[in-house]
Nanobody, 122 residues
Framework: QVHLVESGGGLVQAGGSLRLSCVAS????????MGWFRQAPGKEREFVAA????????YPTESVKGRFTISRDNAKDTVYLQMNSLKPEDTAVYSC???????????????WGQGTQVTVSS
């Protein structure tokens, strides 16, 4: 059974940092592209960033470039999202995702986590 379990969310002031983690199990993690999506109240879910199966390529969305960094540790079946210079508009539920298909042009993951809340106060 596939599991994606996120952690690291919380409440932080604007300008602060958080590091999200997602531990995977139940599938061959090292062969899957991994990533993060987020959904704010009343809004559609949006893509945040992805990392290729090898970790050699990353795909951050424009609004987080220079602030968020995605990485993975295939030995630990874990993907991370380091979030710096957080803004109130980053407030959302952040969900981990795993997919066997190409990230570009529009990634459609196969598996999803439950999500972790990130709240940025102004």
């Amino acid at each position: 059974q596939v599991h994606l379990v996120e952690s690291g969310g919380g409440l932080v002031q604007a300008g602060g940092s958080l590091r999200l983690s997602c531990v995977a199990s139940g599938f061959a993690f090292e062969w899957y592209n991994m990533g993060w999506f987020r959904q704010a109240p009343g809004k559609e879910r949006e893509f945040v960033a992805a990392v290729s199966w090898s970790g050699g390529s990353t795909y951050p969305t424009e609004s987080v470039k220079g602030r968020f960094t995605i990485s993975r540790d295939n030995a630990k079946d874990t993907v991370y999202l380091q979030m710096n210079s957080l803004k109130p508009e980053d407030t959302a539920v952040y969900s981990c995702a795993a997919g066997s298909t190409s990230v570009l042009p529009h990634w459609k993951p196969d598996y999803w986590g439950q999500g972790t809340q990130v709240t940025v106060s102004s």
